[in-house]
T-cell receptor, first 115, second 112 residues
Framework: NAGVTQTPKFQVLKTGQSMTLQCAQD?????MYWYRQDPGMGLRLIYY???????DKGEVPNGYNVSRLNKREFSLRLESAAPSQTSVYFC??????????????FGPGTRLTVL | KQEVTQIPAALSVPEGENLVLNCSFT??????LQWFRQDPGKGLTSLLL?????REQTSGRLNASLDKSSGRSTLYIAASQPGDSATYLC???????????FGSGTRLLVRP
Protein backbone atom coordinates (compact mmCIF):
# COMPACT_ATOMS: atom_id res chain seq x y z
CA ASN A 1 0.00 0.00 0.00
CA ALA A 2 1.22 3.49 -0.87
CA GLY A 3 -0.77 5.03 2.00
CA VAL A 4 -1.48 8.73 1.42
CA THR A 5 0.07 10.26 -1.69
CA GLN A 6 0.23 13.94 -2.64
CA THR A 7 1.12 15.72 -5.85
CA PRO A 8 3.03 17.84 -6.57
CA LYS A 9 5.85 17.72 -3.99
CA PHE A 10 6.96 21.29 -4.72
CA GLN A 11 5.28 24.22 -6.45
CA VAL A 12 6.07 27.88 -7.05
CA LEU A 13 3.23 30.20 -8.03
CA LYS A 14 2.92 33.87 -8.76
CA THR A 15 0.33 35.95 -6.90
CA GLY A 16 -3.08 35.49 -8.49
CA GLN A 17 -2.38 32.15 -10.13
CA SER A 18 -4.54 29.15 -9.36
CA MET A 19 -3.66 25.55 -8.73
CA THR A 20 -5.02 22.28 -7.37
CA LEU A 21 -3.22 20.05 -4.89
CA GLN A 22 -4.07 16.38 -5.32
CA CYS A 23 -4.36 13.77 -2.59
CA ALA A 24 -5.22 10.08 -2.76
CA GLN A 25 -5.34 7.27 -0.20
CA ASP A 26 -5.50 3.54 -0.79
CA UNK A 27 -6.43 2.48 2.76
CA UNK A 28 -10.22 2.61 2.25
CA UNK A 29 -10.52 5.32 4.90
CA UNK A 30 -13.73 7.29 5.20
CA UNK A 31 -12.41 10.66 6.35
CA MET A 32 -9.82 12.90 4.70
CA TYR A 33 -8.19 16.21 5.72
CA TRP A 34 -6.14 19.12 4.48
CA TYR A 35 -3.73 20.89 6.87
CA ARG A 36 -1.18 23.61 6.49
CA GLN A 37 2.00 23.85 8.56
CA ASP A 38 3.69 27.17 9.18
CA PRO A 39 6.66 28.02 11.44
CA GLY A 40 5.42 29.24 14.79
CA MET A 41 1.78 28.37 13.95
CA GLY A 42 1.89 24.61 13.96
CA LEU A 43 -0.51 22.47 11.98
CA ARG A 44 -3.90 23.96 11.24
CA LEU A 45 -6.90 22.31 9.63
CA ILE A 46 -8.11 23.90 6.38
CA TYR A 47 -10.96 21.60 5.33
CA TYR A 48 -12.02 18.06 6.01
CA UNK A 49 -14.36 15.43 4.65
CA UNK A 50 -15.87 13.08 7.22
CA UNK A 51 -17.17 10.79 4.50
CA UNK A 52 -17.57 10.64 0.74
CA UNK A 53 -19.94 13.38 -0.39
CA UNK A 54 -19.42 15.71 2.59
CA UNK A 55 -16.95 18.53 3.24
CA ASP A 56 -16.62 20.97 6.14
CA LYS A 57 -14.53 24.01 6.98
CA GLY A 58 -11.70 23.77 9.44
CA GLU A 59 -9.83 26.50 11.26
CA VAL A 60 -8.41 28.40 8.24
CA PRO A 61 -10.63 27.84 5.15
CA ASN A 62 -10.47 31.31 3.57
CA GLY A 63 -8.91 31.31 0.11
CA TYR A 64 -9.35 27.57 -0.42
CA ASN A 65 -11.89 25.17 -1.88
CA VAL A 66 -12.01 21.40 -1.74
CA SER A 67 -13.54 18.52 -3.66
CA ARG A 68 -14.07 15.00 -2.41
CA LEU A 69 -13.95 13.38 -5.83
CA ASN A 70 -14.60 9.85 -4.55
CA LYS A 71 -13.67 7.82 -1.48
CA ARG A 72 -9.98 7.79 -2.45
CA GLU A 73 -9.36 11.35 -3.60
CA PHE A 74 -9.59 14.76 -1.91
CA SER A 75 -8.28 17.83 -3.71
CA LEU A 76 -7.48 21.34 -2.45
CA ARG A 77 -7.79 24.31 -4.80
CA LEU A 78 -6.29 27.77 -4.49
CA GLU A 79 -8.31 30.01 -6.81
CA SER A 80 -6.11 33.12 -6.57
CA ALA A 81 -2.90 32.43 -4.70
CA ALA A 82 -1.53 34.99 -2.21
CA PRO A 83 1.90 35.17 -0.52
CA SER A 84 0.17 34.37 2.80
CA GLN A 85 -0.60 30.91 1.38
CA THR A 86 3.08 30.05 1.21
CA SER A 87 3.23 26.97 3.41
CA VAL A 88 3.62 23.22 3.57
CA TYR A 89 0.34 21.45 2.87
CA PHE A 90 -0.43 18.02 4.26
CA CYS A 91 -3.22 15.69 3.35
CA UNK A 92 -4.33 13.02 5.81
CA UNK A 93 -6.88 10.23 6.02
CA UNK A 94 -8.56 8.75 9.08
CA UNK A 95 -9.34 5.08 9.58
CA UNK A 96 -11.88 5.35 12.37
CA UNK A 97 -15.53 4.53 11.96
CA UNK A 98 -16.12 6.43 15.18
CA UNK A 99 -14.52 9.73 16.10
CA UNK A 100 -12.91 8.30 19.23
CA UNK A 101 -10.92 5.80 17.18
CA UNK A 102 -9.99 8.01 14.25
CA UNK A 103 -6.25 7.50 13.85
CA UNK A 104 -5.01 9.85 11.14
CA UNK A 105 -2.29 9.07 8.61
CA PHE A 106 -0.43 11.77 6.74
CA GLY A 107 1.01 12.21 3.28
CA PRO A 108 4.53 13.54 2.57
CA GLY A 109 3.40 17.13 1.98
CA THR A 110 3.47 19.75 -0.77
CA ARG A 111 5.81 22.70 -0.34
CA LEU A 112 4.15 25.74 -1.92
CA THR A 113 5.75 29.12 -2.44
CA VAL A 114 3.71 32.07 -3.68
CA LEU A 115 5.77 34.98 -5.00
CA LYS B 1 -11.34 27.18 23.47
CA GLN B 2 -9.22 24.04 23.63
CA GLU B 3 -5.47 24.66 23.62
CA VAL B 4 -2.68 22.11 23.39
CA THR B 5 0.78 22.88 24.80
CA GLN B 6 4.03 20.96 24.55
CA ILE B 7 6.90 21.89 26.85
CA PRO B 8 9.83 21.93 26.38
CA ALA B 9 10.09 23.07 22.78
CA ALA B 10 13.45 21.31 22.45
CA LEU B 11 15.24 18.54 24.35
CA SER B 12 18.72 17.06 24.01
CA VAL B 13 19.64 13.78 25.73
CA PRO B 14 22.49 11.24 25.52
CA GLU B 15 21.84 7.92 23.84
CA GLY B 16 20.37 5.25 26.12
CA GLU B 17 18.49 7.62 28.37
CA ASN B 18 14.80 7.09 29.16
CA LEU B 19 12.80 10.25 28.54
CA VAL B 20 9.33 11.72 28.85
CA LEU B 21 7.68 14.20 26.51
CA ASN B 22 4.77 16.23 27.81
CA CYS B 23 1.49 17.38 26.29
CA SER B 24 -1.09 19.41 28.21
CA PHE B 25 -4.57 20.55 27.23
CA THR B 26 -7.08 22.95 28.73
CA UNK B 27 -10.40 21.09 28.33
CA UNK B 28 -10.69 17.54 29.66
CA UNK B 29 -13.63 16.66 27.38
CA UNK B 30 -11.66 15.02 24.58
CA UNK B 31 -12.39 12.10 22.27
CA UNK B 32 -8.86 10.89 21.65
CA LEU B 33 -5.21 11.89 21.69
CA GLN B 34 -2.64 10.96 19.08
CA TRP B 35 1.16 11.16 19.14
CA PHE B 36 3.15 11.70 15.93
CA ARG B 37 6.78 12.07 14.96
CA GLN B 38 7.96 14.31 12.15
CA ASP B 39 11.39 14.08 10.59
CA PRO B 40 12.82 17.23 8.94
CA GLY B 41 11.17 17.89 5.58
CA LYS B 42 8.85 14.92 5.92
CA GLY B 43 5.25 14.18 6.76
CA LEU B 44 3.89 13.03 10.10
CA THR B 45 4.13 9.41 11.21
CA SER B 46 1.48 8.16 13.62
CA LEU B 47 2.98 6.60 16.76
CA LEU B 48 0.09 5.94 19.14
CA LEU B 49 -3.59 6.73 19.50
CA UNK B 50 -5.27 6.77 22.92
CA UNK B 51 -9.04 6.76 23.01
CA UNK B 52 -10.76 8.83 25.68
CA UNK B 53 -11.75 5.70 27.61
CA UNK B 54 -8.15 4.43 27.75
CA ARG B 55 -5.33 5.35 30.15
CA GLU B 56 -2.34 4.24 28.08
CA GLN B 57 -1.07 2.62 24.90
CA THR B 58 2.24 0.88 24.19
CA SER B 59 4.18 0.21 21.03
CA GLY B 60 7.69 -1.20 21.32
CA ARG B 61 9.84 1.28 23.29
CA LEU B 62 7.04 3.85 23.36
CA ASN B 63 4.37 4.25 26.01
CA ALA B 64 1.76 6.98 25.95
CA SER B 65 -0.46 7.81 28.90
CA LEU B 66 -3.57 9.94 29.19
CA ASP B 67 -4.92 11.66 32.31
CA LYS B 68 -7.96 13.66 31.28
CA SER B 69 -8.69 14.98 34.77
CA SER B 70 -5.33 16.73 34.90
CA GLY B 71 -5.33 17.64 31.20
CA ARG B 72 -2.10 15.80 30.51
CA SER B 73 -0.59 13.16 28.26
CA THR B 74 2.98 11.87 28.32
CA LEU B 75 5.03 9.96 25.77
CA TYR B 76 7.69 7.78 27.38
CA ILE B 77 10.60 6.66 25.21
CA ALA B 78 12.75 3.90 26.68
CA ALA B 79 16.44 3.47 25.89
CA SER B 80 16.58 6.35 23.43
CA GLN B 81 18.56 6.01 20.18
CA PRO B 82 19.92 8.59 17.71
CA GLY B 83 17.25 7.41 15.27
CA ASP B 84 14.62 8.74 17.69
CA SER B 85 15.76 12.28 16.90
CA ALA B 86 12.75 14.09 15.42
CA THR B 87 9.96 16.48 16.34
CA TYR B 88 7.19 14.86 18.39
CA LEU B 89 3.69 16.26 18.11
CA CYS B 90 0.61 15.54 20.13
CA UNK B 91 -2.87 16.19 18.78
CA UNK B 92 -6.26 15.72 20.32
CA UNK B 93 -9.75 15.18 18.99
CA UNK B 94 -11.91 17.71 20.85
CA UNK B 95 -15.32 16.41 19.78
CA UNK B 96 -17.18 14.05 17.46
CA UNK B 97 -16.21 15.99 14.35
CA UNK B 98 -13.07 13.95 13.53
CA UNK B 99 -10.91 17.10 13.74
CA UNK B 100 -7.52 17.26 15.46
CA UNK B 101 -5.96 20.15 17.37
CA PHE B 102 -2.16 20.05 17.36
CA GLY B 103 0.46 21.14 19.83
CA SER B 104 3.53 22.95 18.56
CA GLY B 105 5.82 19.97 19.15
CA THR B 106 8.98 19.04 21.04
CA ARG B 107 12.18 18.77 19.00
CA LEU B 108 14.21 15.84 20.34
CA LEU B 109 17.91 15.29 19.74
CA VAL B 110 19.46 12.04 20.95
CA ARG B 111 23.26 12.41 21.03
CA PRO B 112 25.44 9.36 20.24
Amino acid sequence: NAGVTQTPKFQVLKTGQSMTLQCAQDMNHNSMYWYRQDPGMGLRLIYYSASEGTTDKGEVPNGYNVSRLNKREFSLRLESAAPSQTSVYFCASGRGTTSSYNEQFFGPGTRLTVL
Amino acid sequence: KQEVTQIPAALSVPEGENLVLNCSFTDSAIYNLQWFRQDPGKGLTSLLLIQSSQREQTSGRLNASLDKSSGRSTLYIAASQPGDSATYLCALGPDSSYKLIFGSGTRLLVRP
